[in-house]
């Protein structure tokens, strides 16, 4: 079963436009981690943040972590063309290898 | 090569068949993972690696999906009799390994893509 939720489904932006996408999980992580799939294609690893961190940046990309809220979000800044592919977050929990994804957000630049 | 590697990449099957998959991991990588996604949602886990031992098969379906990784390294992924809710992607993904239990990044391999007719 999947662990958690992302929102939206799906998102349509204009290109130079910022997109921000959602992802809530159930139980205590480890660590929360985004991937990204373009189509047809296996996912490519974003960013993790540990469950002691509450934001951290790579290039255009901010995660922010609420672990109070079991959530986190995942912020793209000035998206491109090439930015269009579904997003995913990915839980790690404690005792257990496993990454437990969510339901993905399908995200469209619009050029 | 560098990455994760799968084949086939497309696979179809007739309902009763049986399939193998083979997953190449990244070399020194100790974990190996076996994700199932269907179309729309995102990878269910299946099955874990630890060099050649299964530590967690807690995801297969039934007893008609088998995984091995007899030398800790390539890993098959086997479906008996083949139903038509089989139908998905596969996806191999492989890791250096756990760092207090806690899991960092996958690599992911591009997937085998399973018809059943």
């Known amino acids: 079963s999947q662990q958690g939720e992302e929102d939206p489904q799906a998102l349509s932006i204009q290109e130079g436009e910022n997109a921000t996408m959602n992802c809530s999980y159930k139980?205590?992580?480890?660590?929360l981690q985004w991937y990204r799939q373009n189509s047809g294609r296996g996912l490519v690893h974003l960013i993790l943040?540990?469950?002691?961190?509450r934001e951290k940046h790579s290039g255009r990309l901010r995660v922010t972590l609420d672990t109070s809220k079991k959530s986190s979000s995942l912020l793209i800044t000035a998206s491109r063309a090439a930015d269009t592919a579904s997003y995913f977050c990915?839980?790690?929990?404690?005792?257990?290898?496993?990454?437990?994804f969510g339901t993905g957000t399908r995200l469209t630049i619009i050029p | 090569g560098a990455g994760v590697s799968q084949s086939p990449r497309y696979k179809v099957a007739k309902r009763g068949q049986d399939v193998a998959l083979r997953c190449d991991p990244i070399?020194?990588?100790?974990?190996l993972f076996w994700y199932q996604q269907a179309l729309g949602q995102g990878p269910e886990f299946l099955t874990y690696?630890?060099?050649?031992?299964?530590?967690?098969k807690s995801g297969l379906p039934s007893d008609r999906f088998f995984a091995e990784r007899p030398e800790g390294s390539v890993s098959t992924l086997k479906i008996q009799r083949t139903q038509q809710e089989d139908s998905a992607v596969y996806l191999c993904?492989?890791?250096?390994?756990?760092?207090?239990?806690?899991?960092?990044?996958?690599?992911f391999g591009e997937g085998s893509r399973l018809t059943v007719l």
């Open positions: 993904a492989s890791s250096w390994g756990t760092s207090g239990g806690a899991t960092g990044e996958l690599f």
């Open positions: 139980t205590s992580i480890n660590n």
């Open positions: 943040i540990r469950s002691n961190e």
């Open positions: 990915a839980a790690s929990n404690f005792g257990n290898e496993k990454l437990t």
């Open positions: 070399s020194g990588h100790v974990s």
């Open positions: 690696f630890q060099n050649e031992a299964q530590l967690d």
